[in-house]
């Protein structure tokens, strides 16, 4: 690469960058300390602060070690639309040591069974509206399925027009193998040491 810009380059600054030796998942836990009370994500108006994040992002992943059994190098299917559970839900399984399997909402069920076999998941985190696209998979490798309702992190008002399936209130279900996203952050458990490192994979997209 030329380093001719270096000629006009700011002498207080450095010429390369170095890229630390840390997980992805560092960001957030250094985010969360610096700035706790900043907004990480807006959603409709309604704000998610860096605190909260990591602190969902904590109680999520200890939900998917100590119910779902995930472990270091677990794959895990992401099925929603963009929401703050897309991100609460990347990060957890960052934070659990599994690999994120993020899947397009719009993939119905057909084409979900290739995604849960070629992957091998045994969990996937799916909102409700996407629920009975992913539901007929519990059993065929599938073992647990984690419910979000994106109306939960509706808290202020808003002048935005909000979708109705986002604005749905969330729906209880009972089906064996599944939880709701709200009772698994309510449970507050806390997650092992994490163990995954800036060499091990992380996505598969």
């Not at 450095?14 to 700035?35: F, G, K």
């Not at 749905?168 to 009972?174: E, F, G, H, M």
């Amino acid at each position: 690469m030329s380093d001719r810009h270096f000629a006009h380059w700011p002498r207080t600054l450095p010429r390369h960058l170095t890229v630390p030796a840390t997980h992805l998942y560092r960001n957030i836990e250094i985010s969360a300390l610096r700035y706790p009370d900043k907004a990480a994500l807006v959603f409709y108006d309604s704000v998610v602060s860096y605190a909260r994040l990591q602190d969902e992002t904590e109680r999520l992943a200890a939900h998917l070690q100590q119910v779902c059994g995930v472990r270091k190098g677990d794959r895990v299917l992401l099925y929603m639309q963009n929401s703050p559970q897309f991100v609460i839900g990347f990060y957890a399984i960052l934070r659990a040591d599994a690999v994120v399997v993020p899947v397009n909402p719009m993939n119905l069920a057909n084409e979900l069974r290739h995604y849960v076999k070629d992957s091998g998941a045994a969990v996937a985190l799916v909102t409700q509206e996407l629920y009975a696209q992913m539901q007929p998979l519990l059993g065929e490798g599938l073992q647990h399925i984690l419910v979000a309702a994106y109306s939960d992190y509706l808290k202020r008002p808003t002048d935005l027009k909000v979708p109705a399936f986002v604005a749905a209130p969330r729906q209880a279900i009972a089906d064996a193998g599944v939880a709701l996203w709200a009772d698994a952050l309510a449970a507050n458990h806390r997650p092992g040491p994490m163990t995954a490192g800036p060499d091990d994979l992380c996505v598969m997209p």
